[in-house]
Every structure is written in C-alpha cells, then in structure tokens.
C-alpha cells in the first residue's frame, strides 16, 4: 500500500502510527492507535482478503476480532496485547487447553445470524486447485481429492467459515476472550474449519499419538462424527499439500497429516 492509501484511512479514521508496518502479498498491515484505543489496520490487495473483511464486519465481534471501522478494502481492529499464545500452549504439553479454545471459538463463529450474508466463496471453488495437482503428482494427493469428491457432493451442516482458522489466526483479547482473525469467507460444512488445526502449530509435524489424540479431543469438544473429521482434515491436507508444490514449497507437514488420516480411515 502506498503512502496516499495510508493518509486517507489516517486522516479519515483519526489513526496514528504504533508500529512498524508489515506487507504481505494480499495486505497491508499497520499497528495504530484509535484515539487511546491499540487498533490494527489492514488494507487488503486481494479478493480473498477484501472477502475476508467483509466476514470480520459481518461477525461483528462474535467469535472474531471487534471491528472499530470498516469500508470493504480496509477494516480496523482491535489489537490483541496479551501475549499468551495458543501456539506455545500446545508445544508446552497443553494440547487439550488449546483444542477446547480452539473449538469454542469456531462453534462461535458458526452460530447462525439473521443478519444477510457477506459475500462467500463456496468450498466447490476453494478446492478447485486439488484437481490439478492430483493429475499431476498423484500419490496421497489423489485420495484426497477422491475423499474431497465425496465430502463436497454430500454436505452435512453448512455454515459461514472461517477457511483458515489455525493456532496464530486465534488470539487472546484478555477481558473479552480468544477471538478470530484473519478469515477467508467461505461457506460449506462445518468440518472443514477443524481441518488444519492438525496441520498446526506451525512446523510442527505431529506424532501418530500427538494425532491421535487430537483427533480424539476435538471430535468430542467439536462434536463431530471421528470418520467424518477425518475424511476433511485428508481432503484440507491435500489441497494445502497442492498450493506448497503450487508454489515451489516442500509440503512436508501437510503431507504427513494427509498420511495419518488416510491410516485411521484405512484402520476404521
């Protein structure tokens, strides 16, 4: 984002700087004071994230980041401040704390709003990509995209999605609890939400009784029938697998989970 692009949300929102800036391929992100008040501001620079605002918007709080001002390209937030992270919880042998978060916080997220919907992608088009690559480097990748078939023709429970909810897109907002950040606004079966939390912390590849008993803890705190759960995390696994080779990455972790779910399945 340009300085011209900043100098209107400043001057339009009352911002001042509290931060150093930092850009990605699909945003702008700036840490800012709104009047007392620790924000962040982010300015998105793709479709995907320009989505992701109007969900922010659309949740109004709920389960998400409380959102300060809003005008589809850009949206301001609350900045989280407590450090504890969800991340280091589950690597200092907390797993089960972090899952039963992690799991409210989605249950949140999905409870219907009468309010009429922001715009969505559905999860059709959002594994759009797993069909090429399973063409192309077979392996596990064909599994998943035969397990994502039967997923998608079938949909069970159909909710507003999150479509990226890991242990860093969760955090702690002291009095008011863990909220959401960061969604992709999507719309499909609610499984799908619980899928890469077993790709997760970040470069972490878990052991087969790390999943195991992930499996187990968020079936029940998530309510969701362990073969289904197990089918979206091989299917979320593939497509996340697709995207690492898509851009020239080593999908090492995605790979593995992809593996695990496929023996349980097998197993079951």
């Known amino acids: 984002m340009n300085d011209v692009m900043f100098e209107r949300y400043r001057k339009g929102w009352g911002l001042k700087p509290d931060g150093v800036p930092r850009i990605t391929e699909s945003s702008y992100l700036m840490p800012v004071r709104f009047g007392a008040i620790p924000a962040m501001l982010k300015v998105a620079v793709s479709a995907e994230e320009i989505r992701g605002n109007g969900l922010m918007s659309w949740w109004n709080g709920k389960g998400a980041a409380p959102v300060l001002a809003y005008d589809r390209q850009a949206i301001l937030l609350l900045r989280a401040l407590n450090p504890i992270s969800l991340s280091e919880m589950s690597r200092n042998d907390d797993d089960d ?128 029938e362990p073969r289904r759960l197990l089918m979206w995390i091989l299917a979320w696994c593939g497509l996340s697998a697709s995207w690492f080779l898509e851009d020239g990455e080593d999908p090492k972790i995605p790979l593995a989970v992809a593996r695990l779910a496929q023996a349980k399945l097998t197993q079951a």
């Open 97 to 224: 704390r972090a899952c039963q978060i992690i799991c409210a916080v989605i249950d949140e997220l999905h409870y219907p709003q009468a309010a009429v919907l922001p715009e969505l992608m559905p999860l059709s088009q959002w594994f759009a990509g797993l069909a090429p690559a399973a063409k192309q480097h077979g392996g596990i990748l064909i599994d998943a995209l035969s397990v994502a078939n039967q997923l998608l023709t079938t949909p069970q429970g159909e909710v507003v999605l999150h479509g990226d909810i890991h242990h860093e897109n969760i955090l702690d907002f002291g009095e008011l609890g863990w909220r959401a950040i960061d969604p992709k606004g999507l719309i499909g079966e609610r499984g799908f939400d619980y899928a890469n939390v077993f790709c997760n912390p970040l470069g972490c590849e878990p052991s087969a009784e790390q999943f195991h008993q992930r499996l187990a803890l968020i079936s029940r705190y998530a309510r969701l």
